[in-house]
């Protein structure tokens, strides 16, 4: 097999998205394409790869903006959680997996920013698709303190489950830099430093102070 892998700006609020495939097999699956379909659909037609799949990391509408026009274009499967209100015909649940040529793509249900939120995981080359979860040197948006909870949990579990050495890709290029890895954000990332999850909802609640306190963006 060969990788394919490329972080695309999507536009919108500086969204990212991926193509991902095998170039020998040919098959190629987008993830997020949302406000730039057309231009990751281009990607994987000047590399003769056959979209597969569209994948969301969630129902947000900045992330499934471009379904229906990448679909249009790929006739490709949409593939989510079943929560997910791009109604996808393929459904993404924890522990669950997706063939591309020679890859195997492994999801996590990581809810908290969103109710149906999942991660995509390329164990062969240690590549985590963090969408809206993981940013880096942030984590994902809540609204409520339950939501913060249960996101600390998925958080806990990322954690705990890929490997120090994978590269962290956002779905927003939020950060200092467009992509990590799992070591660095927890060497960097004070959302995955703090101590508990009472520490986690303060830091939450102080983030606009805290951010300006140690001149981060
Ligand atoms: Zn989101």
């Known amino acids: 097999m060969q990788l394919v892998f490329e972080q695309i700006r999507a536009g919108g609020d500086r ?3 991926y193509l991902l495939g095998d170039r020998d097999t040919r098959q190629a699956v987008l993830i997020d394409p949302s406000y730039s379909p057309e231009l990751f659909v281009t990607r994987a037609e ?3 790869l056959a979209v597969t799949h569209i994948i969301n990391t969630h129902g947000h509408e900045d992330h ?11 006739g490709a499967a949409i593939a989510a959680h079943p929560a997910c209100p791009s109604c996808p015909g393929v459904s993404i649940v924890d522990g669950g997996e997706l063939t591309v040529g020679a890859l195997c793509l492994r999801f996590m249900y990581v809810p908290g920013h969103a109710a ?10 240690q590549i985590l698709m963090t969408g809206d979860l993981i940013f880096v040197g942030k984590v994902g948006g809540t609204r409520t303190d339950e939501d913060a909870r249960v996101e600390w949990n ?10 120090d050495a994978a590269t962290v890709w956002p779905g927003h290029d939020y950060g200092a830099r467009p992509s990590s ?4 954000e927890k060497e960097t990332n004070p959302f995955l430093r703090c101590a508990d999850v009472e520490a986690f909802l303060q830091l939450k609640r ?3 102070d805290y ?7």
């Open 15 to 17: 969204n990212f998205g």
């Open 46 to 48: 000047e590399q003769s």
């Open 64 to 74: 499934v903006n471009g379904n229906a026009t990448a679909r249009a274009l790929t």
């Open 116 to 125: 149906d939120h999942v991660t995509v995981y390329e164990p062969r080359h």
């Open 154 to 163: 998925s958080l806990g579990r990322v954690l705990a489950t890929i490997p």
């Open 181 to 184: 890895t799992i070591a660095l």
């Open 206 to 208: 102080d983030w606009p």
């Open 211 to 217: 951010k300006k306190r140690l001149g981060l963006k």
